[in-house]
């Protein structure tokens, strides 16, 4: 079955460093990948998508990659503040359909 | 707000009761999602309504029975639920269900079956 790996540790960094996110997918090439950020008690907002053919795109301070080789998406967020400490999920479609499934999610503690 | 409103934000329910969770949105959006987060979990898929038609009803219990009756309008009706179906279940809607469009979740309602 297809399932989407994002490290369940929480990644702790310093203020003004760049946080790099990893999102590992198995047995399905999607057609493309979507990021959200999700603060407690809140749901999911929608960040970035990007396709198989992209395999950069950028954001104001945020960007993700995309290498369909590696199976996995990156994504980056530069001069990271204490207000991006969130959890952040990763996307995409299940088999051809529209159906998204999710991945449990890496939370980003950024320290002041 | 997200554009995605829904109600209640917090609702306690023994195994007996009937209870609805609402969600409304005005974004135009023609598709709607009702997701299940439970702690350390992926969210899982529930049911999808495309332009009010149910497209999808991911295996889920019959205890959760949805309805959508217009395109801004979906409702969760559950009725004699188990302790396990504690969670947050997080309502979402999207322009369209394919082509890669952006899911807007509501801020969910977190259950608790005692």
């Known amino acids: 079955s297809q399932k989407i790996e994002q490290n369940s540790e929480a990644l702790n960094i310093q203020e003004g460093k760049t946080a790099t996110l990893t999102c590992n997918y198995t047995n399905y090439s999607p057609a493309y990948l979507q990021w959200y950020r999700q603060d407690p008690g809140r749901g999911p907002v929608f960040l970035l998508l990007i396709r198989e053919n992209e395999k950069e795109k950028r954001k104001e301070r945020l960007k993700v990659t995309f290498d369909t080789t590696l199976k996995q998406s990156l994504f980056h967020i530069t001069a990271s503040q204490p207000a991006d400490s969130a959890t952040y999920l990763c996307a995409h479609p299940m088999d051809s359909s529209y159906k998204l499934i999710f991945g449990s999610g890496t939370r980003l503690l950024v320290r002041p | 707000e997200t554009g995605v409103t829904q109600t209640p934000r917090h609702l306690v329910m023994g195994m007996t009761n009937k209870k609805s969770l609402k969600c409304e949105q005005h974004l135009g959006h023609n598709a709607m999602y009702w997701y299940k987060q439970s702690a350390k979990k992926p969210l899982e898929l ?7 038609e149910r497209v999808e009803n991911n295996s ?6 949805p309805e959508c009756p217009n395109s801004s309008h979906l409702f969760l009706h559950l009725h004699t639920l188990q302790p396990e179906d504690s969670a947050l279940y997080l309502c979402a809607s999207s322009q369209d269900t394919g082509a890669g469009y952006g899911y807007t979740f509501g801020s969910g309602t977190r259950l608790t079956v005692v």
């Open chain 2, 46 to 52: 529930m049911f999808v309504y495309s332009l009010e």
């Open chain 2, 60 to 65: 889920v219990p019959s205890r959760f029975s």
